[in-house]
């Protein structure tokens, strides 16, 4: 049963366009999102969250959208650059429960030059 | 530069043989994750610590794996006896929990094959 869902495995994206990663869920009680971004015999990095209580939050090329009436995040990159092609998995918490965060299984994104 | 340290990096064994992995918090972190990483599962949590006590460990397969941490600075998980299906990336990371935020920060995994 997973909690959070990335439904694409991978995406390819020309260098210089805009990358959208999406990610949905299924349990009402997260109300704290993440991304993180995985290069190849590395552990995950922390890339950018969101609190439940905004829709949007932006760090430099990185914006996460979220829409909580449809259960749905998504991971914008702009524009797209070589050293974004890795992979990135969204992750969710409850903040009132536990501190355990749940992943999705990520999504692979290819930068084309 | 504070980092979170796992040992061994790789790891190869035959099935039925013990194996134990190490993870070294970044100091003052008070909370501990192990994470399976699979291509089918994506990055699975098997069993998380607070301030060194055990809080949940429902994700681990309770008849061969077991985790610890006998000191703050030292988790460690075991598995035995071990299995093909037991290879996989495991990852270790450390947080403050909820106290500022959920970032936690991960080591560079164990990678173990068991044939």
């Known amino acids: 049963d997973q909690q959070v869902k990335q439904n694409s495995p991978s995406l390819s994206v020309q260098e210089g366009r805009i990358s959208i990663l999406n990610c949905d869920y299924t349990n009402s009680m997260f109300d704290y999102f993440l991304w993180y971004k995985k290069y190849p015999a590395e552990g995950p990095t922390f890339l950018i969250s969101i609190s439940s209580i905004k829709d949007k939050n932006e760090d430099g090329r990185f914006t996460v959208f979220l829409n909580k009436s449809a259960k749905h995040l998504s991971l914008h990159i702009v524009p797209s650059q070589p050293g974004d092609s890795a992979v990135y998995f969204c992750?969710?918490?409850?903040?009132?429960?536990?501190?355990?965060?749940?992943f999705g299984k990520g999504t692979r994104l290819h930068i084309l030059p | 530069d504070a980092r979170v340290t796992q040992t061994p990096r790789h790891k190869v064994t035959e099935m039925g043989q013990e194996v134990t992995m190490r993870c070294q918090p970044i100091?003052?972190?008070?909370?501990v994750f192990w994470y399976r990483q699979t291509m089918m599962q994506g990055l699975e949590l098997l069993a998380y610590f607070r301030n060194r006590a055990p809080l949940d460990d429902s994700g681990m397969p309770k008849d061969r794996f077991s985790a610890e941490m006998p000191d703050a600075t030292l988790a460690t998980l075991k598995i035995q006896p071990s299995e093909p299906r037991d290879s996989a990336v495991y990852f270790c990371?450390?947080?403050?929990?909820?106290?500022?935020?959920?970032?936690?920060?991960f080591g560079p995994g164990t990678r173990l094959t068991v044939t």
């Open positions: 990371a450390s947080g403050l929990g909820q106290n500022p935020s959920y970032e936690q920060y």
């Open positions: 100091l003052g972190h008070n909370t």
């Open positions: 992750a969710a918490s409850a903040f009132n429960r536990d501190d355990k965060i749940i």
